[in-house]
């Protein structure tokens, strides 16, 4: 399970997609996600779904990597629908009535809906890191935060924190499936018992991935440090960032895209 999170994982490509300018690609992202809760019809989410895979397909991102990619997150996607079709009530007749247990046709369409809004709200989030590379989104981030830096905020050291935190998670989630290895191979029974048993088992995983993941921050100081490296004040870079034509056109197609999704609000009356 640990090796589907793929979170944080970059995909080098020259596509169009990778080529965006990430400022755009990251504003892009939060109206999208914005757009995945109001857009609430059937239309619309299939239209974002579209999109998506539009996306996907002229990043040439292998279609396995989106499944494994859900794949961590399929629990949260069932507690959400039994959480929306037992809870939601409706107005006609239920469609199961059983003791205590009763689904309407609101609940079942409810369950559908939030389960495809989480399926796209993480494959969404997911095309923005593959697509941009830790060092772009760095530099990305540091540019829309730095209206804040009149503020007196840290925005440098804000948004190179968030990179290598997300950098580090398939690290970390590597580091991680070595030391449950290693553990099962000394015989600890992680995988079975309890519930109260397996949770003890893991105190042997989390104390040395802990240990390491300090000592991995401990050598990453370091290392800044011998490059004397001292915020973003007085600092180049090798790739400036530049809004070209093309990402005009980009960002003119997506807000198309974007406006004729949230039209169908009017068009298609909502769950």
Known sequence: MLRDIT????????????????????????????????????????????????????????????????????????????LNLFFITGEGKPLVQFWI???????????????????ALIVGTSLLTYTTSPIVLTDAIEQLLKPFAKLHLPVHELAMMMTIALRFIPTLIEET?????????????????????????????????????????????MAMECRCYHGGEGRTRLKVLTFTKADAVDTAFLVLCFA??????LWVPGF
């Open 7 to 82: 979170i944080g994982q970059h995909f080098p490509g020259n596509s169009r997609v990778h080529r965006y300018d990430p400022r755009a690609k990251i504003v892009m992202t939060i109206v999208f996600i914005v757009l995945l809760f109001l857009a609430a019809n059937p239309l619309g989410i299939a239209l974002s779904l579209g999109l998506l895979a539009f996306l996907y397909g002229m990043a040439k991102i292998p279609f396995r990597m989106v499944t494994r990619s859900l794949k961590p997150i399929l629990p949260i996607i069932l507690f959400t629908c039994v």
């Open 101 to 119: 247990i009763t689904i309407y046709a609101e609940g079942v369409r409810y369950a559908i809906l939030m389960a495809t809004r989480v399926v």
């Open 177 to 221: 499936d070595k030391i449950m290895a290693a553990q099962k191979a000394r015989g600890a029974m992680l995988d079975t018992g309890t519930l109260k048993d397996r949770v003890q088992a893991l105190v042997p995983v989390l104390i040395p991935l802990f240990i390491s993941a300090f000592r991995r921050a401990d050598e990453l100081a």
């Open 260 to 265: 004729v999704i949230y039209v169908t609000r």
